[in-house]
């Protein structure tokens, strides 16, 4: 076992983990090393991403919100819920800020009294709009570090790996 020096070890000593022996090889080590990889990427992007965001004076949840409704219409708020990863407290909260900016609106369901839908007013469909591009772009060089075609290949991997770990049968 190799020595490692690092928060918590005097240089020359030997990790918690190598002590105890846990050190992870093979297909466990590759997975653990693949979820750190992806999880400091995913980061990265994010930070650069939120900081287009930023600009803007807006949470990333609310541009997130905004962007889902810009780009597939008015939704339930349970499935916009769904699309934005937020709990439903939370996406009644962010909806009743854009609410009162101006630019969302609540619409009633036809089918079920309960149900209500977000939809952009004018004045937000505007505004996304007219951010939009910029966005486009950052995200675009936060992401640039992979060629288009690695870019559709890491696509495809990561779909696949969401299935699966979602118990989603390909």
């Known amino acids: 076992m190799g020595h490692t020096s690092g928060p918590g070890t005097m240089r020359g000593e030997r990790s918690p983990a190598a002590r105890r022996g846990t050190e992870y090889a093979g297909d466990i080590g ?25 600009r803007h004076e807006i949470s990333p949840t609310e541009f997130a919100i905004l962007e889902t409704l810009f780009h597939k219409g008015p939704l339930l708020l349970g499935e916009l819920q769904r699309k934005v990863l937020i709990s439903s407290g939370g996406i009644t909260y962010v909806v009743d800020r854009l609410e ?6 609540r ?3 036809p089918n079920d009294r309960r149900a209500r839908y ?8 505007q505004w996304v709009e007219s951010i939009f591009p910029d966005h486009a772009h950052a995200v675009h060089a936060a992401v640039s570090g992979l060629s288009p075609e690695e870019q559709r290949t890491a696509l495809a991997l990561l779909r696949k790996l969401g299935r699966h770990a979602a118990g989603e049968t390909p």
Do not use: F, H, N, Y
Request: with cysteine.
């Open 118 to 125: 977000a939809a952009l007013t004018p004045e937000g469909e």
């Open 30 to 54: 590759l997975a653990l090393r693949l979820w750190t990889v992806l999880s400091r990427a995913a980061t990265a992007v994010r930070r650069q991403t939120e900081k287009d965001i930023a």
């Open 100 to 105: 009162a900016a101006g630019l969302v609106e």
């Open 107 to 109: 619409r009633m369901c």
